[in-house]
């Protein structure tokens, strides 16, 4: 069955310094978003992305975050400077439309 | 933005027992959907409700989307072991680019 696939699964790295988190969405979806995780908390969203650009982002997906479609298959989430606040569960997920999305397991990013 | 309220927080029972969580909103939603994660995991689709009043099975789960679309209930009928993990409702914001709000979750636990 086809799903989404994540890389890496767990990414530790000092405060300040840029992480890229990757993404592989199912191979016909059209809708790519990121959400976070924060332990303990709800899932939130971040981004959306469709047809090569960012069509809804919430108010935590500021100048420090971007998102890029490098290859037509790839999904990244670059977070530039990062802070310890950053530190969540970050999921991935697609869609063919926007009524279902369906997750990726998941990166562990940990800010020290 | 439009929150979601899932009740209860945890629901503990015995095996062969029923069980119903509720999911709340003041909104309303232009579909929700049902998760369920894994410790450590990300959210998998259980099932998109997009019709107000709509009622969906998967085997012994029944879903079902309150007729003003603003509210959902996951029923599971002579629940098993393996039922048990953190449920998790969605709803998609209406005029969105499939930004999912995310209720809290249910923590099921189901004792042999």
């Known amino acids: 069955e086809p799903e989404v696939t994540q890389t890496p699964s767990h990414q530790v790295t000092q405060m300040g310094q840029e992480v890229i988190l990757r993404c592989v969405p199912i191979s016909n979806h059209l809708y790519f978003y990121w959400y976070r995780q924060i332990l303990g908390q709800k899932v939130e969203f971040l981004v959306s992305f469709y047809n090569n650009e960012i069509s809804e982002k919430s108010e935590i997906f500021d100048d420090q975050f971007s998102v890029e479609r490098p290859d037509g298959s790839n999904f990244t989430l670059k977070i530039r400077s990062t802070k310890l606040e950053d530190s969540a569960m970050y999921f991935c997920?697609?869609?063919?439309?926007?009524?279902?999305?369906?997750f990726g397991q998941g990166t562990r990013l940990t800010v020290v | 933005t439009q929150l979601l309220e899932q009740s209860p927080q945890f629901l503990s029972i015995q095996e062969g027992e029923n069980l119903t969580v509720y999911c709340n909103s003041s909104?309303?939603?232009?579909?929700l959907q049902w998760y369920r994660q894994e410790p450590g995991e990300g959210p998998v689709l259980l099932v998109t409700v997009v019709t107000g009043g709509e009622v969906k099975k998967l085997k012994r789960l029944t879903f079902q989307f309150g007729d003003a679309r603003k509210d959902s209930s996951l029923h599971i009928t002579a629940a098993q072991p393996g039922d048990t993990g953190l449920y998790l409702c969605?709803?998609?914001?209406?005029?969105?680019?499939?930004?999912?709000?995310f209720g809290a979750g249910t923590q099921v636990v189901v004792t042999p």
């Open positions: 969605a709803g998609l914001q209406t005029d969105s680019w499939g930004k999912l709000q």
């Open positions: 997920a697609s869609g063919s439309g926007t009524l279902e999305a369906f």
């Open positions: 909104s309303v939603f232009s579909s």
